[in-house]
């Protein structure tokens, strides 16, 4: 089921891209033709070498500020004619000039980083935590963004070393996690046993 709604969003995104491109049997260019392919490539997970030219425009747009950035990534997204289509088109585009490049697994474990200590000011250690933030869950559940194997997935608890994975390696990483928390408990355990 899944596999079926993943073609028919790619087949709607495609349809809407191919309305957008034909004016007078004339294709996009410039900006324009780069971000209605912004907008597909980023709405998913797996994307082709053709994908290249537009993501690495849609990336390159960095200014001082974060909120700086995410706007003019907007307004480039926006120079889609199909854009402003609909008002899922319109959440689409505002989701990935808020989401895309900041909800992968690596930059959640970076992002999501926060030193705890023993509440008399020594450092204990760093936590990942196990929240999406709102732009990504706005982004990630999109209703016409598929991710598929890609998406982030939180394995372990925070306090206990957990961290993001993508969702085709969880298995193998909780594998590994149970595992080196399982040899913690064991050493804790033994070291008491000893005391």
């Given at each position: 089921?899944?596999?079926?709604?993943?073609?028919?969003?790619?087949?709607?995104?495609?349809?809407?891209?191919?309305?957008?491109?034909?004016?007078?049997?004339?294709?996009?260019?410039?900006?324009?033709?780069?971000?209605?392919?912004?907008?597909?490539?980023?709405?998913?997970?797996?994307?082709?070498?053709?994908?290249?030219?537009?993501?690495?425009?849609?990336?390159?747009?960095?200014?001082?500020?974060?909120?700086?950035?995410?706007?003019e990534r907007l307004k480039f997204?926006?120079?889609?004619?199909?854009?402003?289509?609909?008002?899922e088109m319109q959440a689409l585009?505002?989701?990935?000039?808020?989401?895309?490049?900041?909800?992968?697994?690596?930059?959640?474990?970076?992002?999501?980083?926060?030193?705890?200590?023993?509440?008399?000011?020594?450092?204990?250690?760093?936590?990942?935590?196990?929240?999406?933030?709102?732009?990504?869950?706005?982004?990630?559940?999109?209703?016409?963004?598929?991710?598929?194997?890609?998406?982030?997935?939180?394995?372990?608890?925070?306090?206990?070393?957990?961290?993001?994975?993508?969702?085709?390696?969880?298995?193998?990483?909780?594998?590994?996690?149970?595992?080196?928390?399982?040899?913690?408990?064991?050493?804790?355990?033994?070291?008491?046993?000893?005391?």
């Amino acid at each position: 089921m899944r596999k079926i709604k993943t073609i028919l969003i790619a087949t709607v995104l495609l349809g809407i891209y191919a309305i957008s491109a034909s004016a007078d049997d004339n294709f996009l260019t410039g900006d324009s033709k780069l971000a209605c392919e912004a907008t597909m490539c980023l709405s998913t997970g797996t994307r082709p070498n053709e994908c290249q030219p537009s993501i690495q425009k849609f990336f390159s747009i960095k200014m001082k500020k974060p909120g700086d950035t995410i706007k003019e990534r907007l307004k480039f997204l926006k120079k889609c004619p199909s854009s402003n289509d609909s008002s899922e088109m319109q959440a689409l585009v505002v989701a990935i000039a808020n989401g895309a490049g900041q909800c992968d697994a690596a930059s959640l474990n970076s992002e999501l980083q926060q030193t705890f200590d023993d509440g008399n000011g020594g450092y204990l250690g760093i936590i990942i935590g196990n929240q999406l933030p709102g732009y990504c869950n706005i982004y990630l559940n999109n209703q016409y963004v598929q991710f598929g194997d890609s998406m982030p997935k939180y394995v372990g608890l925070p306090e206990r070393g957990g961290l993001w994975v993508n969702a085709s390696d969880y298995d193998l990483m909780l594998a590994a996690y149970n595992a080196r928390v399982a040899q913690e408990d064991a050493a804790k355990a033994s070291a008491q046993n000893n005391n």
